[in-house]
């Protein structure tokens, strides 16, 4: 399903939240603000740049990732509500990120 679909590619990146707050905490807690901030920003424009490929990746190949998925069995309608969507979810990656 499409929701399946998102989990998934939301999951994958789940790294960055896990490896940038521990970096980000330890120079703060050094009091390295500057290096705090380097981190942040060097996370965020990550993120920003893997959501957006995410983001064209699912919108490029959304009808095929969906019958991957199974929606091919559901019916044209329904599969029709599923692009619908993960077009919308799809635009909201760079920000879930």
């Not at 559901?74 to 990120?97: I, K, N, S």
């Amino acid at each position: 399903s499409a929701a399946a679909l998102l989990v998934f590619s939301f999951y994958v990146f789940n790294f960055l939240a896990t490896a940038t707050a521990p970096l980000v905490a330890k120079a703060r807690a050094s009091k390295d603000e500057a290096g705090a901030k380097l981190v942040g920003g060097q996370a965020l424009t990550l993120a920003l740049i893997l959501g957006t490929a995410l983001t064209l990746t699912l919108l490029i190949f959304r009808e095929p990732l969906l019958h991957v998925m199974g929606t091919g069995v559901t019916g044209v309608e329904a599969d029709h509500y599923g692009e619908q969507f993960l077009t919308v979810r799809a635009l909201a990656a760079p920000a879930v990120l």
